[in-house]
Each structure stands twice: as structure tokens, then as C-alpha cells.
T-cell receptor, first 111, second 118 residues
């Protein structure tokens, strides 16, 4: 069954402690991998789209990378305001435009 | 604010009642999507429109759920005879219908409508 899996489920970091979040996917015919940030009680906020293995995107302390099986969201020197749930989603296959989401990684950055 | 807007933000209803939610997409976006999210899970796709045409519906969308986008602008999602299992955050997103592997077709989400069925 096509699947998107995120790990770890939760991550606690000290301010300034860099780390990576993982999103692995088993869909065929990937047409885009998307990263979103979601704060409690709010809708997901778009961060990045990746289309091809080897592609990288950066925004402030965040860097997303893509391979043929997984994507990483690297967080460099995180700050408390980076605390949120980070969601990964894929679009794949033929004509569909729906996104299939993972369950997210809850990141807590302590000062 | 030119983002996606949803109304109401919160809705509490009793089991068996009907509820309707509204979504206003980003003005130049011709695609509109509905998702449902429960606690600890990622959003699950329900349905999407391109202009006024409903192009895809999930099997999650039972016959108690209906969505419309009559003029290709705002959309409504109605749930009839609500059940406690319908309690969730209902998210709306919009996008352009740009080429699938190109830029400018990302989905941008609204703040969601939190539904609680008592």
C-alpha cells in the first residue's frame, strides 16, 4: 500500500541543537513532495516543494532534501519559535491532485 | 489578508444536526480542496474542485457529506446528520492549476474549521 511515514513522531531539542526530520515514501510516480509547518489549532503553512532526487531547498534555518525513497528536513541551530508539527505530503500517480500526508513530527525547541 | 479564509472557525453541534462550512480561496486560484484532520494525524483528502467542477472525491466522503463550488469561487462543505466521529478539523486549501511538476501549484491552507459533535 502506498504510504508516507514520518520519523521521529516527536523530537525535543535544545536551542541551537541541529537535527533532521525524516519522511519516507513508497508511492510510485512521485509528482512532488511537500513540507508544511503546522502550529496548534492552525492550518498547515507551506514550506517547500521538491520534485526530483537530489533537489534541495532552503529557507532560513530549514533545508529540505530529496532522494528516491525519502526526504529530510534539516533544522540548523533551531530557536524556540521553530517549535511546531512538521508535516510531509506527496502527490503521485496519474491525474490526481490530492496530497497524501504523513502523521507529522512534533518538534519542541527548548530555550 | 489575501490568504485562504474559512468560516466559522469553530462549530459545536449536537449529533444528528446538519452543519455547513464555507471556504474562500486565494482569489486567483482555480483549484479548491477539502481535507479533514483528526488529532495526531495528518490531513486526509476529501474532495477537490477545479473551477466549479468537482473532479475527485475520496471514499471517506460518505453520502452525508456534500461539497459545492457553484460559481468557481467560494465553496461550501455540508455534513448532514452529524455523528460524533465527524468531530475533526476541516481544512480548505487552494492552488493554481499550473503544470504538475512546475512551480506555483502548491496548495495553501486556510485556518480550518474545528467541528465538535456532542
Amino acid at each position: 500500500e502506498d504510504q508516507v511515514t514520518q520519523s521521529p513522531e516527536a523530537l525535543r531539542l535544545q536551542e541551537g541543537e541541529s537535527s533532521s526530520l525524516n519522511c519516507s515514501y513508497t508511492v510510485s510516480g512521485l509528482r512532488g513532495l511537500f513540507w508544511y509547518r503546522q502550529d496548534p489549532g492552525k492550518g498547515p503553512e507551506f514550506l517547500f516543494t521538491l520534485y526530483s532526487a537530489g533537489e534541495e531547498k532552503e529557507k532560513e534555518r530549514l533545508k529540505a532534501t530529496l532522494t528516491k525513497k525519502e526526504s529530510f528536513l534539516h533544522i540548523t541551530a533551531p530557536k524556540p519559535e521553530d517549535s511546531a508539527t512538521y508535516l510531509c505530503a506527496v502527490r503521485y500517480g496519474g491525474a490526481t491532485n490530492k496530497l497524501i500526508f504523513g502523521t507529522g513530527t512534533l518538534l519542541a525547541v527548548q530555550p | 489578508d489575501t490568504g485562504v479564509s474559512q468560516d466559522p472557525r469553530h462549530k459545536i453541534t449536537k449529533r444528528g444536526q446538519n452543519v455547513t462550512f464555507r471556504c474562500d480561496p486565494i482569489s486567483e486560484h482555480n483549484r479548491l480542496y477539502w481535507y479533514r484532520q483528526t488529532l495526531g494525524q495528518g490531513p486526509e483528502f476529501l474532495t477537490y474542485f477545479q473551477n466549479e467542477a468537482q473532479l475527485e472525491k475520496s471514499r471517506l466522503l460518505s453520502d452525508r457529506f456534500s461539497a459545492e463550488r457553484p460559481k468557481g469561487s467560494f465553496s461550501t462543505l455540508e455534513i448532514q446528520r452529524t455523528e460524533q466521529g465527524d468531530s475533526a478539523m476541516y481544512l480548505c486549501a487552494s492552488s493554481l492549476s499550473a503544470p504538475p511538476r512546475g512551480p506555483r501549484n502548491e496548495q495553501f491552507f486556510g485556518p480550518g474549521t474545528r467541528l465538535t459533535v456532542l
